[in-house]
């Protein structure tokens, strides 16, 4: 059996924001699909999430694993803030997908930007948020439900681009038939309960739409960060391949859903950060 993607994304600028720090990448021939969110000021952000995409793009059809092309597009980040004043200090998050036409899919994962998936009924987030919040909730000082509300959930205890190397997540996958997955940043999930998604990813069946109408969602609770969405839909189909489409504004159709949160902040871990320098360029 091959199994098909097809794929839609939308991202928007959100409510408050002046411009859109997120990025992201779908590449039908290589199988690889990623959400950056961009942080550092005046045009840091956008550089960062857009020169981590491409250094991905490039050191995953150099061969990379996920993994070390996560590394790769670190390092990318890293050297364009020392070697421009006016970058310093940027970062962005990453969290990026490698699929093949068998259903495997291996996610590389740093930062808050966050990978879930929907299969038959469930909704389940399969990444863990490099944030403060959920550092506490791991403690025991936290739970999910005060997270949700706690003012300190933007801010985010690992990104790309502060130093050279990077820890990076990997998570696999098997995919079947009828699965869809999810790819967002945080501007997406501080406006919507996990609930709300999942409600709006279980109604609308075309990914594009379900795209579209979640930044919507999102707009309409308030939009106070970028968002960008992806969802991946697994279809059974011995042509293979991905199916894309991508959509820069949102549609008409408005769902309001209340919620609200501060742009995303980096903040020094509540426990000590395990550093990996592994692949440098």
Same mark, same amino acid.
């Given at each position: 059996m091959s199994l098909r993607l097809q794929v839609g994304a939308a991202t928007d600028v959100g409510q408050v924001r002046d411009h859109n720090e997120d990025d992201y990448l779908v590449d039908d021939d290589l199988g690889l699909i990623a959400v950056a969110d961009g942080m550092g000021g005046h045009r840091g952000g956008?550089?960062? #999430?857009?020169?981590?995409?491409?250094? +991905?793009?490039?050191?995953?059809? /150099?061969?990379?694993?996920? $993994? !070390? %092309?996560?590394?790769?597009?670190?390092?990318?980040v890293h050297e364009q803030s020392v070697a421009d004043?006016?970058?310093?200090?940027?970062?962005?998050?990453?969290?990026?997908?490698?699929?093949?036409?068998?259903?495997?899919?291996?996610?590389?994962?740093?930062?808050?930007?966050?990978a879930y998936l929907s299969r038959d009924g469930t909704f389940d987030r399969v990444t863990t948020d490099h944030s403060l919040v959920e550092e506490l909730i791991q403690a025991g000082e936290l739970t999910p439900e005060e997270a949700e509300r706690d003012p300190r959930r933007s801010q985010i205890t690992r990104a790309l681009g502060l130093e050279?190397?990077?820890?990076?997540?990997?998570?696999?996958?098997?995919?079947?038939?009828?699965?869809?997955?999810l790819?967002? #940043?945080?501007?997406?999930?501080?406006? +919507?309960?996990?609930?709300?998604? /999942?409600?709006?990813l279980a $109604? !609308? %069946?075309?990914?594009?739409?379900?795209?579209?109408?979640?930044?919507?969602?999102?707009?309409?609770?308030?939009?106070?960060d970028n968002i960008t969405v992806i969802v991946i839909d697994v279809v059974d189909d011995d042509a293979g391949g991905v199916d894309s489409v991508d959509v820069d504004a949102p549609a008409d159709e408005v769902i309001p859903v209340p919620?609200?949160?501060?742009?995303?902040?980096?903040?020094?871990?509540?426990k000590p950060r395990r550093r990996w320098f592994g692949l440098r360029r």
């Open positions: 956008e550089v960062a #999430s857009a020169a981590a995409l491409e250094a +991905l793009r490039v050191a995953f059809v /150099a061969g990379a694993p996920i $993994d !070390e %092309a996560v590394i790769a597009a670190n390092d990318a004043p006016n970058l310093r200090g940027m970062g962005t998050t990453l969290t990026a997908g490698s699929f093949d036409d068998e259903g495997h899919v291996v996610l590389g994962h740093v930062g808050d930007s966050r050279r190397g990077v820890l990076v997540d990997v998570i696999e996958l098997d995919l079947s038939d009828g699965d869809r997955l790819l967002c #940043s945080d501007g997406l999930t501080t406006m +919507l309960s996990e609930d709300a998604i /999942a409600t709006f $109604d !609308e %069946a075309d990914p594009t739409a379900a795209a579209v109408r979640l930044v919507d969602a999102a707009n309409a609770a308030g939009g106070v919620s609200g949160d501060e742009p995303t902040q980096l903040v020094e871990p509540a």
